[in-house]
Nanobody
Framework: QVQLVESGGGLVQPGGSLRLSCAAS????????MGWYRQAPGKQRELVAA??????NYADSVKDRFTISRDNVKITVYLQMNSLKPEDTAVYCC?????????WGQGTQVTVSS
């Protein structure tokens, strides 16, 4: 069973940056989308950013601050987060969608606080 392994979360001050990585532990075929979601305490999970082919889309709250990218050879998806705000505090989970499969990471905590 392929697993998604996330890294890069942690504690950062407002205005700081973090880079999240999510790597598949094995081969995944027929991938059509990769993305990052987040869930803050007491809130519903929301889509932060997604990449489908060469197209990307972002939640309005993170546009111009976050950048999603992918490495197809390594089957890895990244999320570069700049100008972080306290409201970005959440558990971030990666997701890879392939034909017939939907993979999720275990989640990594991002805390933005002074």
């Amino acid at each position: 069973q392929v697993q998604l392994v996330e890294s890069g979360g942690g504690l950062v001050q407002p205005g700081g940056s973090l880079r999240l990585s999510c790597a598949a532990s094995g081969s995944i075929f027929n991938i059509y989308a990769m993305g990052w979601y987040r869930q803050a305490p007491g809130k519903q999970r929301e889509l932060v950013a997604a990449i489908t082919g060469s197209k990307t889309n972002y939640a309005d709250s993170v546009k111009d601050r976050f950048t999603i990218s992918r490495d197809n050879v390594k089957i890895t998806v990244y999320l570069q987060m700049n100008s972080l705000k306290p409201e970005d505090t959440a558990v971030y989970c990666c997701n890879i969608k392939a034909v017939g499969y939907d993979y999720w990471g275990q989640g990594t905590q991002v805390t933005v606080s002074s």
